[in-house]
T-cell receptor, first 110, second 116 residues
């Protein structure tokens, strides 16, 4: 299972893009990278996932490096409601188990 | 409907009590999960059920006993807990559980458990 490392905390100005990095240098070829976020005392919320190619949905974009050792989650126009802990997760190669890393606490500043 | 519901929202129990946490989903998902989350820590996987059978037990103490009565329902029975078991207990579900296939997990809001 891929171990992920993320910065402990980050700030972002409201309206600007938030770029959250994740290192997953031990990821294997068939393991996906998932991103979730957790707003205080709520359940984690799915954001996006990918394997090799960059992905985009209505919430965010996911950029995965060619060697797959790292990725960046991009929130294009951060709002105050995006303040949360963001988790980058390497999905287990044996199935669908998620092993959360320590996450990045993102604070969006007015 | 992409909702996972959990009851109760809050639970306070003594160390000699027996209580149960309940989780329900109506998305037709066949995999369900229990996680434990201590304050300021990430969620930790406890149990995984696939097609109503226990698939993974992450070496959880026997005072936690999971049960999956049907494909929509997941229970966590609690008995003789310790104060250090106080945490947020999260339930999640996903479409299926297959090797080398991936599905996003949908999480419930959690049950905040306090053991006194």
């Amino acid at each position: 299972d891929a171990k992920t490392t993320q910065p402990t905390s980050m700030d972002c100005a409201e309206g600007r893009a938030a770029n959250l990095p994740c290192n997953h240098s031990t990821i294997s070829g068939n393991e996906y990278v998932y991103w979730y976020r957790q707003i205080h005392s709520q359940g984690p919320q799915y954001i996006i996932h990918g394997l090799k190619n960059n992905e985009t949905n209505e919430m965010a974009s996911l950029i995965i490096t060619e060697d797959r050792k790292s990725s960046t989650l991009i929130l294009p126009h951060a709002t105050l409601r995006d303040t949360a802990v963001y988790y980058c997760i390497g999905q287990s190669h044996t199935g669908n188990q998620f092993y959360f890393g320590t996450g990045t606490s993102l604070t969006v500043i007015p | 409907d992409t909702e996972v519901t959990q009851t109760p929202k809050h639970l306070v129990m003594g160390m000699t009590n027996k209580k149960s946490l309940k989780c329900e989903q109506h998305m037709g998902h066949r995999a369900m999960y229990w996680y434990k989350q201590k304050a300021k820590k990430p969620p930790e996987l406890m149990f995984v059920y696939s097609y109503e059978k226990l698939s993974i037990n992450e070496s959880v103490p026997s005072r936690f006993s999971p049960e999956c009565p049907n494909s929509s329902l997941l229970n966590l029975h609690l008995h003789a807990l310790q104060p250090e078991d106080s945490a947020l207990y999260l339930c999640a579900s996903s479409q299926e559980l297959e090797d080398r296939t991936t599905y996003e997990q949908y999480f419930g809001p959690g049950t905040r458990l306090t053991v006194t």
